[in-house]
């Protein structure tokens, strides 16, 4: 392992950046990025970043600061180098990108007053002690907080990486779970409910800014109606529905009132079309209109949409 110098923190050629481990099993550990400094990631016991672990090649990955330049290279691995969900052979790196090795996600951020004075030798010990720690038979899983990888980018990394698993994420007392194969989202729950369909858990899911995530092992079962969607069709599709259904929730009752039917109705039930009146049915007998989009087999924009329309043409009024 290369030695580093103490580091004077006065001293303007001090790290100004350093590679965080944002999840896995060296999760809180920082190695500094010093000019003309190689750090070679892998397996094997004699380089500058040792990741012990089976998806780490002996020699995975080399990143080098040089004339302010952060470059990175695949030495070849297995499994792959994973820079911002796109895998790579040789790139640049810039503060805020997220690589990807084995089980482990780094960060480039500014570099802490801690790591500068610790260098890699801390780190590293950090590290062993984490090992010593783990119980030999159990996995490495990824984990870590929503503010440091927001869901979109965990699951765009998933993807690109094709890992299979149960990413669990617990978000202000919701507990979601995404069934990856193979980089593919197979379902999705959230709070065990399988009434709510699996696109519309996860496009709720999507808006969850804060909490944690752990990557669980594969759950084997099969799945009577798996969606079995890319990350980006997922994310595409989500990020256009939560837009329009931003907007249209303004429109609408709040979430928390009992819809009614108009009194007295003038309305004719017979111009509804059949989808329409057994929405009509749900609604009026859902104690909140929240429940109502919890229920409804569609997603939350198209309930929010027919919702709208029953209102406008005179079949719902809020109570």
């Given at each position: 392992?290369?030695?580093?110098?103490?580091?004077?923190?006065?001293?303007?050629?001090r790290?100004r950046?350093?590679?965080?481990f944002?999840?896995?099993?060296?999760?809180?550990?920082?190695?500094?990025l010093?000019?003309?400094?190689e750090?070679?990631?892998?397996?094997?016991?004699?380089?500058?970043m040792?990741?012990?672990?089976?998806m780490?090649?002996?020699?995975?990955?080399r990143?080098?600061?040089?004339?302010?330049?952060?470059?990175?290279?695949?030495?070849?691995?297995?499994n792959?180098?994973?820079?911002?969900?796109?895998?790579?052979?040789?790139g640049?790196?810039?503060e805020?990108?997220?690589?990807?090795?084995g089980?482990?996600?780094?960060?480039?951020?500014?570099?802490?007053?801690a790591?500068?004075?610790e260098?890699?030798?801390?780190?590293?010990?950090?590290?062993?002690?984490?090992?010593s720690?783990?119980?030999?038979?159990?996995?490495p899983?990824?984990?870590g907080?929503?503010?440091?990888?927001?869901l979109?980018d965990?699951?765009q990394?998933?993807g690109?990486?094709?890992?299979s698993?149960?990413?669990?994420?617990?978000?202000?007392?919701k507990?979601?779970?995404?069934?990856?194969?193979?980089g593919?989202?197979?379902?999705?729950?959230?709070?065990?409910?399988?009434e709510?369909?699996?696109?519309?858990?996860?496009?709720?899911?999507?808006?969850?800014?804060?909490?944690?995530f752990e990557?669980?092992?594969?759950?084997?079962?099969e799945?009577?109606?798996?969606?079995?969607l890319?990350?980006?069709?997922?994310?595409m599709?989500?990020f256009r529905?939560l837009?329009?259904?931003?907007?249209?929730?303004?429109?609408?009752?709040?979430?928390?009132?009992?819809?009614?039917?108009?009194?007295p109705?003038?309305?004719?039930?017979?111009?509804?079309?059949?989808?329409?009146?057994d929405?009509?049915?749900?609604?009026?007998?859902?104690?909140s209109?929240?429940?109502?989009?919890d229920?409804?087999?569609?997603?939350d924009?198209?309930t929010?949409?027919?919702?709208?329309?029953?209102?406008?043409?005179?079949?719902?009024?809020s109570?």
């Amino acid at each position: 392992m290369n030695k580093l110098a103490p580091t004077n923190l006065t001293d303007p050629r001090r790290p100004r950046l350093a590679l965080r481990f944002i999840s896995g099993k060296y999760q809180g550990g920082e190695f500094p990025l010093i000019d003309g400094q190689e750090i070679v990631i892998g397996r094997s016991s004699d380089l500058d970043m040792v990741l012990v672990e089976e998806m780490v090649s002996r020699r995975h990955a080399r990143i080098l600061l040089e004339d302010s330049v952060i470059s990175i290279e695949d030495l070849g691995s297995t499994n792959g180098t994973f820079v911002n969900g796109e895998k790579i052979q040789r790139g640049v790196l810039k503060e805020g990108d997220r690589i990807l090795i084995g089980t482990s996600i780094l960060k480039v951020v500014p570099a802490s007053e801690a790591a500068s004075r610790e260098g890699l030798e801390a780190v590293a010990a950090r590290a062993a002690r984490t090992r010593s720690q783990r119980p030999p038979e159990e996995a490495p899983r990824m984990s870590g907080s929503l503010e440091e990888i927001p869901l979109p980018d965990l699951l765009q990394l998933f993807g690109s990486s094709r890992k299979s698993g149960v990413l669990v994420v617990k978000s202000e007392g919701k507990v979601g779970r995404i069934f990856l194969k193979e980089g593919l989202i197979r379902s999705v729950t959230v709070d065990g409910r399988d009434e709510i369909g699996a696109l519309k858990a996860v496009y709720r899911m999507l808006e969850w800014r804060r909490g944690v995530f752990e990557l669980d092992p594969p759950d084997p079962r099969e799945f009577e109606h798996p969606i079995d969607l890319s990350a980006q069709e997922v994310l595409m599709e989500g990020f256009r529905q939560l837009d329009e259904l931003g907007a249209l929730k303004a429109k609408l009752p709040s979430v928390e009132s009992r819809l009614t039917l108009v009194q007295p109705l003038e309305a004719r039930l017979r111009e509804l079309g059949p989808d329409d009146l057994d929405l009509l049915q749900l609604v009026l007998n859902s104690p909140s209109l929240e429940v109502a989009f919890d229920t409804a087999p569609s997603t939350d924009l198209d309930t929010a949409r027919r919702v709208e329309t029953l209102i406008k043409k005179g079949y719902l009024t809020s109570a």
